[in-house]
């Protein structure tokens, strides 16, 4: 029967990422826990995974990139692709090795299971884009400790896990007072994204404070990312309200084309920055994240997390633009 590097760890009372580590001579090691690892290794006859052992001799930190696949199968690849173009740009800057894993590939696994794969695979550190509040594996993950973990876009931080994100609730306060005229507005409809998302509460809070200050009367309609759905509760909303606030572009596309379907004229901005906001007809405002820099930035964060630093929380600033057909050219 094949030693598993979980037997290995419980046999001398750590962490499988300890053994993981004392295994790839790390330095931060003390000697009496190397020493529990040693002995319980050479007991068990533990072999331990090539591709670790590889890795080892390296003396690199390998870092994986968690990212979630759009489940709605629509065209918002270009963030994912521009957070992984800004990742492996300043991992190679850096020296730092990077696997990909979509959600999808370990959907099986329980926690212990997934952690018991990563550590195997040498891995030291996770980066986490889009983590929603019902992905308990990852939650109990991050709360565990195992691993160094950056996330973006959730404030989630202790002493091994950073956050780096825009500030989601100014960013919302920012494009909406933008567009909302206080003295012609009585209505205002707003789409925010998935129910279950950490950016979906900053943003609602960001339109919440504003109507506050204002005193709009506020719709909030959940249309979970989805062009079809901001669609359809346009349709069904938009005639009696004076300004459309979407919580990202896409649905801001769609809340668009059913303004032209209904022919009536509403004031309408989106969130993110994509460029198919280009092709929109209308230069709408929108909050520009830029996902190559905060990508980025992770990447910059995890070595710092790598070096013995405690979490913190990291802002990146944002913009608001009007994007327009002709910047297509630029």
């Known amino acids: 029967m094949i030693t598993t590097i979980k037997e290995v760890a419980e046999k001398a009372g750590v962490s499988i990422s300890t053994v993981s580590k ?13 020493q529990k690892v040693l002995k319980a290794v050479k007991e068990l006859n533990y072999v331990p995974n090539s591709t670790a052992s590889n890795l080892s001799s390296k003396n690199k930190d390998k870092v994986a990139l968690y990212i979630y696949i759009n489940d709605m199968k629509q065209a918002v ?8 173009q800004g990742a492996f740009a300043m991992a190679n800057i850096n020296h730092l090795e990077l696997v990909t894993i979509f959600n999808q590939m370990v959907s099986d696994m329980s926690t212990q299971e997934l952690t018991s794969y990563l550590a195997s695979q040498g891995i030291t550190g996770i980066i986490v884009y ?39 609730q100014k960013g919302q306060y920012d494009v909406a007072k933008s567009i909302i005229e206080p003295e012609y ?11 279950n998302g950490y950016v979906t509460d900053m943003r609602i809070e960001g339109i919440m404070k504003l109507q506050k200050e204002l005193g709009f009367e506020l719709n909030v309609q959940y249309a979970e990312f989805s ?30 084309n059913a303004l032209i379907k209904m022919n009536i004229y509403r004031k309408c901005c989106g ?50 633009i009007s994007i327009r057909y002709e910047d297509s050219y630029k």
């Open 22 to 34: 004392v295994l790839k001579n790390y330095s931060n090691i003390s000697e009496e826990t190397r």
């Open 77 to 84: 690849d270009e963030i994912n692709m521009l957070y992984l």
């Open 130 to 168: 889009g983590l929603n509040k019902e992905d308990k594996k990852i939650l109990q993950l991050i709360e565990e400790q195992h691993f160094h973990v950056c996330v973006i876009d959730a404030p989630i931080v202790n002493d091994k896990t950073s956050s780096v994100m825009i500030d989601h």
């Open 185 to 195: 507005t009585r209505k205002v409809l707003y789409l925010a994204g998935k129910r």
């Open 227 to 256: 062009e079809k759905m901001a669609y359809d509760l346009t349709m069904r909303y938009a005639s009696d309200v004076d300004t459309v606030v979407c919580a990202s572009d896409l649905m801001a596309i769609g809340a668009l």
């Open 271 to 320: 969130f993110d920055g994509i460029t198919l906001m280009r092709y929109a007809g209308k230069g709408m405002l929108t909050c520009k994240q830029d996902f190559y820099d905060i990508s980025g930035n992770a990447i910059k964060e995890m070595e710092r997390l790598l070096s013995g630093k405690k979490g913190q929380k990291v802002i990146i600033d944002h913009q608001i």
